[in-house]
């Protein structure tokens, strides 16, 4: 593949998906990349109607455009067919929003809102692609693989769940911002420095461990510095719960400058959403991954068990989750600098900082 760049008349490209944070981050990354490669080329998002995405794709400049759509796996009967009555209606508003834009290439980013788009692009002979976030494809993507022209994969272990399709691997975009130069040194003042995150709306069952795990360090003389990242849902709870403790934190709803702090980061205790892992092995920043246990097919696991097969992290079940198992861990970490260092190049080893830049390359053969 020739990588393009400079001015091209009539790039334009839709990026159709979300839903969540996992989903449209690797979206946004993939769009930058493309502005960055083509002076200006036109981008449009076709999401479902939520106000998260709408707000991710305004701060970042982004045309955005809605249709009417709504999951349907694992929302029962009832829901399940609110949602296959919407389906038409999403179509034919995609199939509008195309005709309107005329995007040369179509890629979905999974979430429910690609799948009419994807589909609409075929039928309107349009080149299309999807990208798989998970180690476990979601259903959206799964039915589309036989449907679009390319599929591009995060991981080999995916290729084996979908029905068809052509692949390449080609790793989660991953944002460039987080690569950026701070001038710090991880652990300021030489103290280990842990960042405790849930994803962006947080997870309680990690907020409540934590708080435990730190109360059970500072008992036994450790003193780590704390970045919390609460989720909005649950920070009054999170940062009464460190004050009625007398626990020293920084406990933040919602952390906007992630390179900022994953620049100062020893160790991360997180969740295993698939743009979360990206990350983690792109920054080679050793983690203790507590995968969702609801999650569809599990697949928050999977994600965590390519990281902890490379020895790029350690994995714990929710189930087996406990303050005192969480404390042990990390202490094992705080006491031994060297196995810290071992994991976070072990992660880094199977990071890949230039998915987007792949998966372009690809989207400019389809635009030839």
């Known amino acids: 593949m020739k990588a393009q760049s400079g001015k091209q008349d009539g790039v334009k490209v839709v990026i159709a998906g979300g839903g969540t944070g996992g989903h449209l981050f690797p979206g946004v990354a993939i769009a930058k990349e493309i502005s960055r490669r083509w002076e200006g080329a036109g981008i449009c998002f076709v999401t ?13 400049g982004f045309e955005q455009k809605s249709i009417t759509v709504e999951g349907l796996k694992g929302r029962g009967w009832k829901r399940t ?29 999974g979430g429910y809102s690609s799948g009419p788009v994807c589909l609409a692009a075929r039928i309107m002979g349009i080149p299309s692609a999807i990208h798989e976030q998970n180690s476990f494809p979601g ?88 970045i919390h990242q609460s989720g909005q849902g649950n920070y009054r709870d999170v940062a009464e719960a460190y004050r009625t403790k007398g626990l020293p934190g920084d406990v933040i709803p919602f952390i906007e ?85 071992g994991m976070g190049d072990a992660a880094k080893s199977i990071g890949r900082r230039d998915a987007a830049r792949i998966i372009v390359d690809h989207l400019a053969d389809m635009m030839q």
């Open 48 to 60: 479902g109607r939520r106000s998260m995405e709408q707000e991710i794709l305004q701060r970042h």
């Open 81 to 109: 067919g609110i949602g296959l009555a919407k389906l038409p209606w999403g179509f034919l508003q995609s199939i509008s929003i195309l005709k309107g834009f005329s995007p040369r290439v179509v890629v979905g980013v």
């Open 139 to 226: 259903l959206t993507n799964r039915l589309l693989s036989r449907v679009v022209d390319k599929v591009f994969i995060s991981f080999e272990e995916s290729r084996a769940h979908f029905p068809g399709g052509t692949f390449y691997v080609t790793g989660n975009p991953v944002r460039e911002a987080l690569f950026e130069e701070r001038g710090g040194k991880p652990g300021d003042d030489d103290r280990f420095t842990i960042l405790v995150m849930g994803g962006s709306q947080g997870a309680r069952a990690i907020n409540e461990a934590f708080v435990g795990a730190l109360e059970i360090m500072r008992g036994l003389g450790r003193d780590p510095l704390v």
């Open 257 to 341: 400058d992630m390179a900022e702090v994953y620049s100062k980061t020893d160790m991360v205790v997180s969740r295993a959403g698939a743009t979360t892992v990206s990350e983690l092995a792109a920054l080679g920043k050793p983690s203790l991954l507590i995968p969702y246990p609801y999650a569809a097919n599990h697949h928050q696991e999977v994600n965590a068990q390519v990281l902890v097969a490379a020895e790029g992290a350690e994995m714990i079940l929710e189930e087996d989750l406990s303050p005192r198992a969480l404390a042990e861990r990390l202490m094992k970490y705080m006491d031994d600098r060297e196995a810290l260092l």
